[in-house]
């Protein structure tokens, strides 16, 4: 039985039953992944094996609520009616995305050798790319220096061939730097999407093909604050945060570098973020 505080308007909620809620989308999160390893589990023997999705969007996450309550459950279709500009920034929804992703990683990783769908051929978008270049040039990863035409040790670069793909950026930084082990040679994409974690783990970006952009911030504990830009400038930022985790100034900190990146001009809402303990 799904809780009665993932289908109520979160904004109505307390913030004690905010905390109970953002616990009850976890462990219904993992009730349903383990329902899909299961799947995966009785199917092991077949040839073609179906691993289902990793990267959940909310509004499949909505799909397996459904799944669970029925449609003709009155909260549930008020859930159905929402666009999904408002699903992503419901904490209880990220819950349940993140929980899926990382018990199915687990999975896969500790029981299967698995190989992701290789998309590094799949053409990336302008916008897209204008959004990952920037960003990576703020991190310094080796593309980003290799596109600018500045690489470290090397000379200016003219001219280059028009770059597409992220087959076409790693080929195109690998011919122009030398490769190592921790370098950054192109973007990363999944299901359409550029990704990226960061070394400490701490920060991963979402870039989708029109250009819009997600943030998180994990502690080892979770997910603790998530960040959506608009795609068209000047971009909208909207910042929640997962109030069963607590927040230090150093979160804030972390997020707020690539924010300031896309949204020069954004005002930081700390207030409005809530309680931050100090480092």
């Known amino acids: 039985m799904v809780d009665n505080l993932l289908l109520r308007d979160y904004n109505t909620l307390t913030l004690e ?3 109970r ?3 009850a989308a ?10 899909d390893i299961a799947r995966i589990e009785e199917e092991k023997e077949k040839d073609n094996i179906d691993i289902g999705a990793i990267y959940i969007t909310p509004r499949q996450c909505v799909e397996l609520l459904v799944q669970e ?8 279709q008020s859930l159905l009616r929402r666009d999904e500009a408002e699903l992503r920034l419901d904490p ?16 896969l990783d500790r029981y299967w050798w698995w190989d992701r769908e290789d998309e590094s051929n799949v053409p990336l978008s302008k916008e897209q790319l204008q959004v990952a270049r920037s960003l990576a040039y703020l991190y310094g990863h080796n593309w980003a220096w290799a596109l600018a035409g500045r690489p470290p040790g090397r000379g200016m670069h003219a001219k280059r061939p028009p770059l597409r793909t992220a087959g076409d950026i790693y080929r195109y930084t690998v011919s122009v730097l030398v490769e190592d082990y921790w370098g950054t040679y192109a973007p990363d994409v999944v299901d359409g999407n550029i990704f990226h974690v960061t070394g400490t783990g701490r920060l991963t970006w979402v870039i989708r093909p029109d250009g819009s952009t ?3 911030i994990y502690r080892p504990a979770g997910w603790v604050l998530r960040a959506e830009l608009g795609a068209t400038r000047p971009r909208t930022v909207a910042v929640v945060r997962n109030p069963a985790i607590p927040l230090h ?17 954004w005002a930081v809402p700390v207030e409005a973020i809530g309680p931050i303990f100090d480092d």
């Open 92 to 107: 209880r929804l990220i819950t349940i995305q993140e929980t899926w992703k990382e018990e199915k990683l687990y999975y």
């Open 249 to 265: 100034r150093r979160h804030v900190e972390a997020l707020v570098k690539p924010i300031k990146r896309l949204a020069p001009r």
């Open 69 to 76: 309550l029925g449609a003709d459950v009155p909260e549930v």
């Open 21 to 23: 809620a953002i616990e």
């Open 17 to 19: 039953e905010r905390v």
């Open 26 to 35: 976890e462990q219904v999160a993992k009730t349903l992944v383990n329902r």
């Open 214 to 216: 997600q943030f998180t």
